[in-house]
């Protein structure tokens, strides 16, 4: 038998040529319109809670320069400094509402909305550093407690990040040193968050001032005294320009860190990857944060003494326990009006019980190596 012959395949038609081309065109074209896309730049608009001249706002732009280089370009966020579009104080509803994609600043500040949100920073368990407070965020329950309180009690549309580990804050600064307890009482004194029921709590009369509005009120005499937070701050802001005593180590803000806000839509919005850059972009920041303030602070701290002329004084130990004594107060009365700020105490304690007593165990104690190398010693009085 002969094997059958194989007939040629048809040539294609006009009309199947046509449709061929067209869908070739068509997946050329979709596939440069996608490359478009990936080619755009995403802008978002930041705002920060602080003045151009605070070591703050550098932080805030170290943030968003992390993150437009790590998106090589598909992201870029502008950082503008406080008060640019908002006020400091109004920046979270800001965000909320999408009038900016984002901002910077501490979760103190919203403890007028609900007291839990102070916790989130300047917890007032103090015997953790901020770097094991963020510890707590990551993998004690920290980060589901931020986000409940966030989104399902306050109802806020957005998407927050806490980072940047701030040490201990000064006691603050005072036109002559504080000796006692009873130095506090009648004081008209700046401060924010928890810290203001703490400062009551020893007979101040707390103040609460965004951090561009602290020095005019000490030169003017509307406040007494003031604390904001470090060397660097503080010096830039002016405060030895009006008072030249400064208190140090104190448990009112023993621990604190910084808080970055997105609008929810707008950050659901974006590729996966881009979310994964905003989100490492802030752990890497808050490493280089905590290189950068251990120089910074430091050159400060000596430069206020050598050339600023302002005299620098260690807390009395009598005020440190008062403070501890006084927290027991505040925490007990907040607990009992907000069952979610009772929530995260104790979930703080809990942390705290376990890490605290490794930490007080493992490290050796500072203040005996120092002792033996600080020849002299540091010039606090």
Same mark, same amino acid.
């Given at each position: 038998m002969r094997a059958p012959t194989k007939k040629p395949a048809p040539r294609p038609g006009r009309r199947g040529f046509v449709k061929t081309a067209a869908a070739l065109s068509a997946g050329l074209l979709a596939g440069k319109a996608a490359e478009a896309r990936a080619d755009e730049t995403i802008e978002l608009r930041f705002q920060s809670t602080w003045p151009t001249r605070d070591i703050f706002h550098e932080y805030a732009l170290d943030f968003a320069n992390k993150v437009n280089e790590m998106s090589v370009g598909r992201l870029r966020i502008e950082m503008l400094p406080a008060g640019a579009m908002v006020k400091a104080f109004d920046l979270i509803d800001a965000v909320h509402k999408g009038v900016l994609d984002g901002g910077h600043g501490v979760a103190a500040y919203w403890y007028a909305r609900n007291s839990a949100f102070s916790l989130f920073g300047t917890s007032p368990l103090a015997g953790l550093d901020a770097n094991q407070m963020l510890a707590w965020i990551e993998y004690g329950g920290g980060k589901e407690l931020y986000r409940e309180l966030q989104q399902e009690i306050m109802g806020y549309e957005v998407e927050g990040l806490l980072y940047g580990p701030m040490p201990?804050?000064?006691?603050?600064?005072?036109?002559?040193?504080?000796?006692?307890?009873?130095?506090?009482?009648?004081?008209?004194?700046?401060?924010?968050?928890?810290?203001?029921?703490?400062?009551?709590?020893?007979?101040?009369?707390?103040?609460?001032?965004?951090?561009? &509005?602290?020095?005019?009120?000490?030169? +003017?005499?509307?406040?007494?005294?003031? =604390?904001?937070?470090?060397?660097?701050? #503080? *010096?830039?802001?002016?405060?030895?320009?009006?008072?030249?005593?400064?208190?140090?180590?104190?448990?009112?803000?023993?621990?604190?860190?910084?808080?970055?806000?997105?609008?929810?839509?707008?950050?659901?919005?974006?590729?996966?990857?881009?979310?994964?850059?905003?989100?490492?972009?802030?752990?890497?920041?808050?490493?280089?944060?905590?290189?950068?303030?251990?120089?910074?602070?430091?050159?400060?701290?000596?430069?206020?003494?050598? &050339?600023?002329?302002?005299?620098?004084? +260690?807390?009395?130990?009598?005020?440190? =326990?008062?403070?501890?004594?006084?927290? #027991? *107060?505040?925490i007990a009365a907040k607990a009992r009006e907000n069952p979610f700020f009772a929530k995260v105490v104790e979930s703080q304690k809990k942390w705290l019980k376990r890490v605290g007593k490794w930490s007080l165990d493992t490290h050796a104690p500072a203040e005996i190596a120092l002792a033996h190398w600080l020849k002299p010693r540091l010039p606090v009085r």
């Open positions: 201990t804050q000064p006691l603050g600064w005072f036109k002559k040193p504080i000796r006692s307890t009873a130095d506090l009482r009648g004081l008209r004194f700046r401060t924010v968050g928890l810290a203001t029921e703490l400062f009551r709590e020893m007979g101040a009369h707390p103040v609460t001032l965004p951090a561009g &509005e602290i020095v005019g009120g000490l030169d +003017r005499g509307t406040i007494d005294a003031a =604390e904001f937070n470090n060397a660097s701050s #503080d *010096r830039r802001l002016g405060f030895p320009d009006v008072v030249k005593v400064c208190m140090l180590q104190s448990y009112h803000q023993n621990a604190e860190f910084f808080e970055v806000l997105i609008n929810k839509r707008r950050y659901d919005s974006l590729a996966a990857d881009l979310q994964a850059i905003i989100r490492y972009a802030a752990q890497a920041s808050s490493a280089e944060m905590s290189w950068k303030a251990i120089d910074r602070y430091s050159r400060d701290y000596f430069a206020m003494q050598s &050339e600023d002329k302002v005299q620098f004084y +260690r807390t009395p130990r009598e005020v440190l =326990e008062a403070q501890l004594k006084a927290w #027991d *107060r505040v």
